[in-house]
Nanobody, 114 residues
Framework: QVQLVESGGGLVQPGGSLRLSCAASGSIFSLYAMGWYRQAPGKQRELVAG???????NYADSVKGRFTISRDNAKKMVYLQMNSLKPEDTAVYYC????????WGQGTQVTVSS
């Protein structure tokens, strides 16, 4: 089983940057595919970025070129660097771990507003 704790959310102005972190507990972290999802009010949860156990990444079209996902297996951490933030990036961001089951963190709020 994996427990996930997100941090790093907050209020930022348009064009600004934030770095989200996800701390994982449990063994065999390196085998999990990890991802960041987000859910805005009234919308479905959507995949923002994913990274496989081998380090391959994928991104939603809306964040390509602005967001970067990375992982540190030794520290059991996953990061989401978010640059050039837009108001439409406002959402609760969730860390996800997947092997045979999905595991979720509690979420961290990101608000992009002037």
């Amino acid at each position: 089983q994996v427990q996930l704790v997100e941090s790093g959310g907050g209020l930022v102005q348009p064009g600004g940057s934030l770095r989200l972190s996800c701390a994982a507990s449990g063994s065999i972290f390196s085998l999990y595919a990890m991802g960041w999802y987000r859910q805005a009010p009234g919308k479905q949860r959507e995949l923002v970025a994913g990274i496989t156990s081998g380090g391959s990444t994928n991104y939603a079209d809306s964040v390509k070129g602005r967001f970067t996902i990375s992982r540190d297996n030794a520290k059991k951490m996953v990061y989401l660097q978010m640059n050039s933030l837009k108001p439409e990036d406002t959402a609760v961001y969730y860390c996800n771990a997947r092997l045979t089951l999905h595991y979720w963190g509690q979420g961290t709020q990101v608000t992009v507003s002037s």
